[in-house]
């Protein structure tokens, strides 16, 4: 039998674009099927009030990698028990503009943490809890950098702009993000043509 598709996560690189697809992927699955199926976007870190205080923490202090790690997988707990689980026993699907491979890619191969330590953390608040399906959004690292630069005044303490370190997030998410129910998406296109792939690959999911 196969497993129903009701957990969805966006991930990929500063720059990458994820966070502006996610929102119109979900505002165009919403249309497509009106009140047959319900859909929630939601984010990392955050999603919830006490979520997106811990955000707040996160990306304003300049905090040791460790203790990052810890509120990123707090921040993460909450977002899933309090918001995502609830919601998928309401029969609702929801989008995430990222989850915990984003941990292992920038605390767990970025910050030299260790991916399966920082695994290990957060299986402590969700066990095994993981997505159904994940679109990576993928892009050379030039392209990254530009676009990162585009926005340079709108940038957080967790956005990297130099070329070796979005290299080396790329590098991380190809060790991560090895896994069977990945797509890997070109997102050095058009974005409605991004939009589309994405959107035509849930309609044949859910």
């Keep these: ?61 300049d905090i040791d990698k460790r203790t990052e790690t810890l509120l990123f997988a707090a921040s993460r707990n909450e977002h899933v028990k309090k918001k995502i689980i609830p919601a998928i026993k309401n029969g609702k699907i929801v989008l995430c503009d990222r989850f915990i491979h984003s941990s292992l890619v ?39 950098i530009k676009r990162l630069k585009e926005l340079r005044e709108n940038l957080d303490r967790m956005d990297f702009v130099s070329d070796k370190e979005i290299a080396k997030i790329n590098d991380g998410y190809k060790i991560v993000l090895d896994l069977p129910n990945v797509y890997k998406i070109n997102a050095n296109r058009e974005i409605d043509q991004i939009v589309d792939e994405i959107f035509s690959i849930i309609v044949s999911k859910v």
């Design 106 to 144: 920038y605390q767990g191969y970025f910050r030299d943490i260790g991916i399966n330590e920082v695994l290990q953390v957060n299986k402590f608040g969700i066990g095994d809890f993981l997505p159904d399906l994940i679109f990576y959004l993928d892009v050379p690292v030039e392209t990254s």
């Design 1 to 61: 039998m196969v497993k129903k598709v009701n957990f969805i996560t966006f991930e990929g690189p500063d720059g990458s674009g994820k966070s502006t697809v996610s929102k119109k992927v979900f505002e165009k699955l919403v249309s497509y099927f009106k009140n047959e199926k319900e859909f929630i976007l939601t984010r990392e870190p955050g999603g919830t009030d006490i979520a997106e205080d811990i955000r707040k923490i996160i990306l304003s202090k």
